[in-house]
């Protein structure tokens, strides 16, 4: 054909040179070779307690080990449940009962949780824990864990933070000392031109959390359906029991989806998309907006403290600072709908700035910090800090040794499929209810 000839005549010599260099180093051959390697030896380990579809901070953990095992670094994820989880994986997770088979220098824990019981994993193993925080999670469950959360802070070696809005948090909540790296996005997929000279696709992402502020988006898109035209607006969403605004508004097309996307699907709907709108209470970077930008998407989002690392209102998008003022967004909305110049110019900006958190790029320093000597250090706990360190080792992962019984009947239990359990649990807090009213 035509077009491959003038591609051929102009760029033959640098296609084939450049060929001949991707042979050598097959990316599908390499995963062939090395997902199936049981490697005994590895320079560190993060401690997840479950592989979940629908949780951000388990994403980015696997995209930074995938990256990482990419640049020939030895490193990888131990578990204790995997459940429903569709994302390609360039390494063989652990699950955390054979982790006694392999020599490990560092162990590294995520999400607050899992930092109580990867401190004792650190302990038995006489290795350094680092608590990689992704999120201001002092906050996480509506508060209820705040103090557990708080003692997360105090039992790592080292904390490595995100941003420098979660370190500056860290630090003044806590004075606790964190080093940060940036999180990095997956370019190569992402990225897509995004041609549309009128904007007219905005896209809604509702994860069913507190902290997220499902409420300010469901009254933007009320907003949105009361005021405009030839809008399309996408709504993905995981709360079953969600009822969605009204409309009578044929001029406004509502597509809406239920269900854990997968990052393919998550990324076809945001190249697809002109305008996204978010607005979490807190985030510890705000990867979602980073990634529409990196597909061709406007911004608008709630000033959620790590949206700050690389969004500037008014350059690449919008931040609003009345986080759960509806009209404050659909402000934002309607510059962009009406000023076809400002659209392109935010659109532009936000291109070039997620070409700086390519993750071929930030994944150098990743290498940087954990190829660092990090050492052990003397931890001292408060009595109250110690005993809810205990407590929660006790409780949440049953450690004790004078509950056997209960340990036995724990372990018998998990075995029942979480659905089942929580159904059973409703429908026993049902009759309760029902007797308590009789």
Not at 118 to 134: E, F, G, M
Request: with cysteine; proline share 2%; hydrophobic share 35%.
């Amino acid at each position: 054909p035509i077009y491959q000839r003038i591609f051929f005549d102009r760029w033959g010599k640098k296609y084939y040179k450049l060929m001949e260099e991707y042979q050598k180093n097959d990316p599908l051959e390499y995963v062939k070779q090395n997902i199936k390697k049981e490697d005994p030896e590895f320079s560190f380990v993060i401690y997840l307690i479950g592989f979940v579809q629908n949780a951000g901070g388990v994403h980015n953990t696997v995209d930074l080990i995938n990256y990482l095992t990419i640049n020939n670094i030895d490193c990888n994820i131990t578990y204790q449940v995997m459940q429903e989880y569709r994302e390609i994986m360039l390494f063989n997770p652990i699950k955390t009962d054979t982790l006694s088979k392999y020599k490990i220098d560092k162990i590294v824990s995520t999400i607050y949780i899992s930092t109580f019981i990867a401190r004792k994993i650190a302990n038995d193993r006489n290795v350094p824990l680092i608590y990689y925080s992704q999120g201001y999670e002092a906050l996480f469950e509506n508060g209820q864990d705040y103090g557990k959360a708080e003692v997360t802070y105090k039992i790592p070696d080292h904390i490595l933070t995100i941003s420098k809005y979660l370190q500056n948090k860290i630090k003044d909540s806590f004075q606790a000392d964190s080093e940060v790296v940036n999180n990095g996005i997956n370019y190569d997929l992402l990225h897509h031109q995004n041609t549309s000279k009128s904007p007219k696709v905005i896209t809604f992402f509702l994860r069913n959390n507190y902290l997220k502020g499902d409420f300010v988006a469901l009254d933007i898109i009320k907003g949105i359906i009361n005021k405009y035209k030839d809008i399309e607006i996408n709504i993905i969403y995981s709360n079953k029991k969600l009822t969605l605004p009204l409309s009578s508004n044929s001029k406004v097309k509502i597509t809406s989806i239920y269900g854990n996307l997968s990052r393919i699907d998550v990324t076809k709907i945001l190249q697809k998309t002109d305008i996204y709108i978010d607005t979490s209470f807190t985030e510890g970077f705000g990867l979602m907006a980073l990634e529409a930008m990196t597909a061709g998407a406007v911004p608008i989002v709630s000033n959620s403290g790590g949206i700050n690392e690389y969004l500037k209102d008014g350059v690449n998008g919008y931040i609003v600072n009345e986080v759960n003022d509806s009209a404050k967004y659909l402000e934002r909305l309607d510059i962009i709908l009406k000023d076809k110049a400002k659209y392109e110019e935010l659109k532009e900006n936000g291109q070039k700035t997620s070409k700086k958190y390519d993750y071929d790029l930030t994944v150098q320093e990743y290498i940087k910090y954990f190829s660092k000597d990090l050492k052990k250090k003397e931890i001292t706990l408060s009595e109250e800090e110690e005993r809810i360190y205990n407590e929660t080792l006790d409780k949440r992962f049953k450690l004790s040794s004078n509950n056997k019984l209960k340990d036995f009947m724990y372990s018998m239990f998990r075995k029942i499929p979480k659905g089942f359990r929580i159904k059973v649990k409703n429908i026993v807090a049902k009759i309760y209810e029902f007797t308590n009213e009789r």
